[in-house]
């Protein structure tokens, strides 16, 4: 019967949504196939997130405290988490898809000699470990059969829901031996995010903007129906290309991959490289001027009509609701 261990991913004591995410999909596998769910938390010394894991079903939560924690290191995480693996074995080991897990997962398989799969969105069962995941940029998917040791799988955010499982995690603690000499890089400076600013990754709503909004003035419409809806706000890589936001808001192929609940694309005309990074929201809406814009053969629904006109109408609209 499978083990299934979750990297609960923390950042200045944040814990990444996808952790959640991670778990409930675990619980859900080893309910049907029996095996334990784990999770594995390093921190620089708090407490380990045993209720919250334990919401999910976690059924122990190894936890790793040391001052070199306080901040991710690609190399010393690698050998913590890598520890872990040695001493307790899982079957699979799954990573959040977000830049700390993308440098993680495929380090970890590396140090192991394991098997890696990135990004995956779907997690099965059939005699071994199947796992789903997008290829040629969103167009198709490839089911992927992990055979041999440990699986180290990467999970794209908000690829599986939540779900409630409350048991009683009880924590275990390890003590990996770090070696700073192998450091071969080291982070000097991290940017984050303007307070309040949802992350686009972990949002469940995504607005994008793309050229269609015709100037870095026009994409506070974006903004403003990103907060009307509590969301995170995107663009095309056109709208990023020409300077008119930053290129932490791209998203596709060369920007980043988000699958909220509701993406809403505002004159984008869905190239397959813009499609890349967002095929797999649950839910797309399109507004376009041109009703035979690429992107309304993906869309859910489509809007044909002027964003000038649409977005302003739509964002009080949404206000309108969430007031009731
Ligand atoms: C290697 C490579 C990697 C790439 N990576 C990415 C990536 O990560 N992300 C990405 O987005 N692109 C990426 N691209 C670029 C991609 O091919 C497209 O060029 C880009 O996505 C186009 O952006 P857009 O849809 O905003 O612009 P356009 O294709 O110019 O579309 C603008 C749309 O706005 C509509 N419009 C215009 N005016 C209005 C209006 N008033 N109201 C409503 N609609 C209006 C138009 O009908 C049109 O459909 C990549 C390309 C390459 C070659």
Sequence with gaps: MPNIAVFI???????????????????????????????????????????????????TVFAAAAPQFARYDSELWTQAVAAFVRDH???????????????????????LGAACVSDAV????????VVRRPVYAGKCFADVVVTGAVAIVGIRPNAFALAERPTVAKAVTFAPVLDGSAAKAIVTKIETAAAGEVSLTEAEIVVSGGRGIKGPENYKLIEDLAAAFGAAAGASRAVVDAGWVAYSHQVGQTGKTVAPNLYVACGISGAIQHLA????????????????????????????????????????????????
């Design 9 to 59: 991913e923390q950042r200045a004591g944040q814990i990444k949504q996808v952790a959640w995410q991670m778990l409930s999909e675990a619980r859900r596998l080893a309910d049907a196939q029996g095996g334990e769910v784990w999770g594995v938390f390093l921190s620089e010394g708090g407490e380990a997130p045993l209720a919250a894991a334990g919401k999910y079903g976690a059924q």
């Design 89 to 111: 074995h899982p079957d699979v080991l799954l990573v959040g898809s977000t830049a700390m897990g993308k440098d993680l997962a495929p380090r970890l398989a590396a140090r």
């Design 122 to 129: 779907g997690l099965s069962w059939d005699g071994g470990l």
């Design 277 to 324: 990074g967002m095929s797999s929201s649950k839910c797309i809406v399109a507004i376009n001027k041109d009703a035979n814009a690429p992107i309304f053969k993906l869309a859910d629904y489509g809007i044909v009509g002027d964003l000038f006109a649409v977005l302003p109408a739509l964002a009080e609209a949404v206000r309108e609701i969430r007031r009731r």
